[in-house]
């Protein structure tokens, strides 16, 4: 999805001929999951996490492209911001222990990346919006100086042709207007794939879309940005508005939709209409074409890269999106792009278990449920989680031909708990590691000490009391990474500062 390219500046002929194989590919992709037998294989899952780089007194540093050179390891990667990194796992079955093969992998990929980082006087955080940028941070530096990056950047401009506005409400509400792109790299996720068939990837994709919103009430982790206290999980503002490359003026006419979103409805037959939408719907910002013909190279050789459906699809920003991957012969995966990095890896891997479980448990009932629970409910329910976190009454189809109950984002989750438990068991997911990783999630549930919760009591905690805005942000973000090294979830971080008044600034 974040393939490397080695243009651009892109013309228009360029941007005819990659429609023009976005359009075959689009056929190849249609022919080819119609297959028998393709993208059977054992349900997986494997992980992506955004990290920032910051220097000792808790600032950015635009030193990533030093630090992916200097790991020289696959799973290090490159990302949008320059003082961005991200770092894969490798897939686990879906089976016995699989949020603890993540667990060690993560660790030990974040155990490499601190030492590289380290050599250039970097720690590294993951947590969904810095608490310490600061608005002089995204000048046009801020892009990773890449092809794919600068690229990216010059396309969200081009198509835009206009400033970007970022408007979001909360305590201190943001008011600003860029003209740059780089505000997208404010953000730092936590990516979880899970491998499905493709016949069933209509009900797991849909049952996915319906849990988003409850499942991000209890993972915030990004109450503040430039200082100011927003939402509780303010990347997922931020990065829509960042990243809006409609203008103005055509929105005036015909309200299209965003390329980063929730959506526009349900699924009703499979990926294929996922890819079908990025490619109807959303300009091409790249235009770089393969050597391959896709529809040819399928009648050759059975299977095909899709370049261009995959590289315009990786452009396409949606909350949750379908994957096309076409290691050994093919498969589709769900991509949950919603959760936020931080604020530790067991949070992390909590939070997937969780979503996973009762997205298994929600999928063979999940076609039943949506004449009674209109797409625009799930929407309106996940934007009210990102923003209030477990407090929100929200709607939730309970059974099939009845009106959807109401409750808060908390009471759901915790009712939904047995039936994300089922899911993991029924997967051949062990006793003990079900009990580890749900265990986790349902005490910061029912604690309510999220990481937004976390971040915004103890910001509160030393601002009140030193009257010094910067400061408490720095102080918070070292409070933060200490806690993040201990390894402990954040239910059991200290709830208030001890030693606030001894170090506090007059």
């Known amino acids: 999805m974040g393939a490397e390219i080695h243009?651009?500046?892109?013309?228009?002929?360029?941007?005819?001929?990659?429609?023009?194989?976005?359009?075959?590919?689009?056929?190849?992709?249609?022919?080819?999951?119609?297959?028998?037998?393709?993208?059977?294989?054992?349900?997986?899952?494997?992980?992506?996490?955004?990290?920032?780089?910051?220097?000792?007194?808790?600032?950015?540093?635009?030193?990533?492209?030093?630090?992916?050179?200097?790991?020289?390891?696959?799973?290090?990667?490159?990302?949008?911001?320059?003082?961005?990194v991200e770092?894969?796992?490798?897939?686990?079955?879906?089976?016995?222990?699989?949020?603890?093969?993540?667990?060690?992998?993560?660790?030990?990929?974040?155990?490499?990346?601190?030492?590289?980082?380290?050599?250039?006087?970097?720690?590294?955080?993951?947590?969904?919006?810095?608490?310490?940028?600061?608005?002089?941070?995204?000048?046009?530096?801020?892009?990773?100086?890449?092809?794919?990056?600068?690229?990216?950047?010059?396309?969200?401009?081009?198509?835009?042709?206009?400033?970007?506005?970022?408007?979001?409400?909360?305590?201190?509400?943001?008011?600003?207007?860029?003209?740059?792109?780089?505000?997208?790299?404010?953000?730092?996720?936590?990516h979880v794939h899970l491998r499905v068939a493709p016949n069933e990837f209509a009900d797991f994709f849909n049952a996915a879309m319906m849990l988003s919103g409850p499942v991000l009430a209890a993972a915030g982790n990004s109450p503040t940005f430039l200082g100011h206290r927003l939402w509780q999980e303010t990347r997922i503002a931020l990065f829509k508005q960042a990243g809006d490359d409609r203008s103005p003026e055509t929105m005036s006419m015909v309200r299209l939709p965003s390329r980063i979103g929730f959506g526009s409805g349900w699924v009703r037959k499979g990926a294929l209409e996922l890819f079908a939408e990025s490619v109807a719907l959303h300009e091409?910002?790249?235009?770089?074409?393969?050597?391959?013909?896709?529809?040819?190279?399928?009648?050759?050789?059975?299977?095909?890269?899709?370049?261009?459906?995959?590289?315009?699809?990786?452009?396409?920003?949606k909350w949750n999106r379908p994957v096309y991957d076409p290691t050994g012969g093919g498969h589709l995966r769900i991509e949950l792009r919603f959760l936020p990095a931080g604020p530790s890896v067991d949070d992390m891997l909590a939070n997937a278990a969780f979503m996973i479980g009762s997205t298994l448990a929600l999928a063979p009932k999940a076609g039943e449920l949506l004449p009674s629970f209109p797409f625009s409910i799930a929407e309106r329910n996940f934007y009210r989680c990102a923003q209030f976190g477990l407090d929100p009454m929200v709607a939730w189809p309970h059974e099939p031909g009845a009106c959807p109950e109401i409750l808060t984002a908390k009471e759901l989750l915790l009712k939904l708990l047995p039936q994300a438990a089922d899911g993991l068991a029924r997967a051949g997911v062990d006793g003990a590691e079900i009990g580890t990783f749900l265990g986790i999630f349902e005490e910061r549930v029912k604690t309510g000490r999220t990481g937004a919760a976390w971040q915004r009591s103890t910001f509160d905690a030393l601002n009140g009391r030193s009257q010094r805005r910067e400061w408490a942000l720095g102080e918070l973000l070292e409070r933060y990474i200490q806690n993040f090294d201990s390894g402990a979830p954040v239910s059991r971080w200290e709830d208030s500062p001890k030693s606030v008044e001894a170090q506090a600034p007059i």
């Not at 530096?141 to 835009?160: E, Q, V």
């Not at 201190?172 to 996720?189: H, Q, Y």
């Not at 896709?294 to 396409?316: K, N, S």
Request: aromatic fraction near 6%; hydrophobic fraction near 45%; charge should be negative.
């Open 7 to 84: 243009q651009e500046k892109f013309s228009e002929a360029d941007f005819a001929l990659f429609r023009e194989r976005l359009r075959g590919g689009l056929r190849a992709f249609s022919s080819l999951i119609e297959r028998p037998g393709f993208g059977c294989g054992e349900r997986s899952i494997g992980t992506e996490l955004e990290m920032f780089l910051v220097d000792p007194q808790g600032h950015v540093m635009p030193i990533g492209s030093q630090v992916v050179h200097a790991a020289n390891r696959a799973s290090i990667t490159h990302e949008m911001g320059a003082f961005d």
């Open 87 to 190: 770092l894969s796992t490798r897939p686990a079955r879906l089976l016995g222990e699989p949020f603890s093969a993540q667990r060690e992998n993560l660790l030990n990929e974040i155990g490499r990346l601190k030492l590289h980082a380290a050599n250039f006087g970097a720690r590294v955080v993951p947590i969904g919006v810095l608490p310490t940028l600061r608005r002089g941070d995204f000048d046009a530096s801020a892009i990773t100086d890449m092809p794919r990056y600068r690229a990216l950047a010059a396309g969200m401009k081009r198509l835009r042709q206009a400033p970007f506005r970022i408007c979001i409400d909360g305590a201190d509400p943001l008011r600003l207007t860029t003209d740059e792109a780089a505000m997208e790299a404010a953000n730092a996720a936590f």
């Open 284 to 317: 091409p910002l790249l235009a770089e074409c393969s050597e391959e013909d896709p529809e040819q190279a399928l009648a050759d050789h059975g299977a095909a890269q899709l370049w261009e459906l995959r590289l315009h699809h990786g452009t396409v920003w």
